[in-house]
């Protein structure tokens, strides 16, 4: 089975400036043969206040000739807690509305695919335990299928057992109980955005990849992580015992950089980021 996954396409009706990469997107998508789109969040701008950025976006992903499964990233269905945009029922409910479920699973041949939503880690609250629990039952009666989970964020950014890296990974607590259930299902492959870069790894038997954006890269703006910036796509293989991930940069996008454009495109985070410097 070929699987592309596609991340932080951050696509808008209004703030338009990176819907020039998802043409050059959708086409190659239709020349890779796969059988299946896998959009691992930060589908929109402001998905997480704006209705129409998530309609706009789902009619271009509605009219891709292959498959998607999508998960919602920060932007689309908000954040962590004590964040601008806390992921709420009415963030949740709009998602699953427009899109459809935020966590599902989905079965092709010897491959149980899971989709997770990483937004909801680290509430410590009822949707978050839902989810932990669905996910145990989706692992438990896989019936001997090999397992690639899907989910925004990242476990970890430097190292797998630091410690909060507030907004760019998953919580300590909740990585613990993923590593667990990782460890104990034969999880072959997580696979991740947010971040925007592009980097492969190992975690204990798990292949970690961070899929590149097809949208903006970060010059100093922020920490430097691991990898390299690129915009660009996965390609992944899924054989009955293996599996083949390939980072690929896709010809004809352009490689924006969101620090010439934060004040307009996302002026809250810019005013943090001047307020934390002064
Ligand atoms: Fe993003
Ligand atoms: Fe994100």
């Given amino acids: 089975m070929k699987i592309v996954q596609i991340s932080d396409t951050h696509l808008s009706p209004?703030?338009?400036?990176?819907?020039?990469?998802?043409e050059p997107v959708a086409r190659w998508i239709?020349?890779?043969?796969?059988?299946?789109?896998?959009?691992?969040?930060?589908?929109?701008?402001?998905g997480?206040?704006?209705?129409?950025?998530?309609?706009f976006s789902m009619e271009l992903m509605r009219k891709l000739p292959v498959p998607v499964l999508i998960v919602p990233g920060n932007h689309d269905v908000g954040h962590l807690p004590g964040s601008?945009?806390?992921?709420?029922?009415?963030?949740?409910?709009?998602?699953?509305t427009l899109v459809?479920?935020?966590?599902?699973?989905?079965?092709?041949?010897?491959?149980?695919?899971?989709?997770?939503?990483?937004?909801?880690?680290?509430f410590e609250n009822a949707e978050e335990e839902k989810q932990f629990q669905w996910l145990e039952q989706a692992l438990?009666?896989?019936?001997?299928?090999?397992?690639?989970?899907?989910?925004?964020?990242?476990?970890?950014?430097?190292?797998?057992?630091?410690?909060?890296?507030?907004?760019?990974s998953v919580t300590p607590k909740q990585r613990r109980r993923l590593y667990e259930l990782m460890a104990e299902h034969d999880v072959a492959l997580h696979a991740s955005g947010h971040?925007?870069?592009?980097?492969?790894?190992?975690?204990?038997?798990?292949?970690?990849?961070?899929?590149?954006?097809t949208s903006f890269i970060i010059d100093t703006l922020e920490r430097e992580m691991p990898g390299e910036r690129l915009v660009g796509a996965v390609l992944h293989h899924l054989g009955d015992e293996?599996?083949?991930?390939?980072?690929?940069?896709?010809?004809?996008?352009?490689?924006?950089?969101?620090?010439?454009?934060?004040?307009?495109?996302?002026p809250r985070h810019a005013k943090k980021l001047a307020e934390a410097a002064q």
């Avoid at 209004?14 to 998802?22: A, E, M, P, R, V």
């Avoid at 945009?85 to 709009?94: I, S, T």
């Avoid at 492969?200 to 292949?207: A, L, M, R």
């Avoid at 293996?242 to 996302?266: M, Q, R």
């Fill in 30 to 46: 239709e020349t890779t043969g796969a059988d299946l789109v896998i959009h691992t969040g930060d589908l929109t701008i402001d």
């Fill in 100 to 122: 459809g479920p935020d966590y599902w699973v989905c079965d092709h041949g010897t491959w149980r695919l899971i989709g997770l939503n990483s937004l909801l880690l680290g």
């Fill in 195 to 213: 971040l925007h870069w592009a980097w492969q790894g190992h975690h204990e038997g798990t292949d970690l990849v961070w899929g590149p954006p």
């Fill in 84 to 96: 601008d945009q806390p992921v709420d029922a009415d963030r949740l409910v709009r998602w699953r």
């Fill in 140 to 168: 438990a009666n896989r019936d001997g299928r090999r397992v690639a989970i899907f989910a925004h964020k990242p476990l970890f950014v430097d190292d797998p057992m630091e410690g909060d890296t507030g907004y760019w």
């Fill in 14 to 22: 209004s703030k338009t400036h990176f819907n020039d990469n998802w």
């Fill in 242 to 266: 293996w599996i083949d991930s390939k980072i690929v940069a896709l010809p004809g996008l352009t490689s924006y950089f969101i620090d010439h454009v934060i004040d307009e495109v996302y």
């Fill in 48 to 55: 997480a206040d704006h209705e129409e950025d998530i309609l």
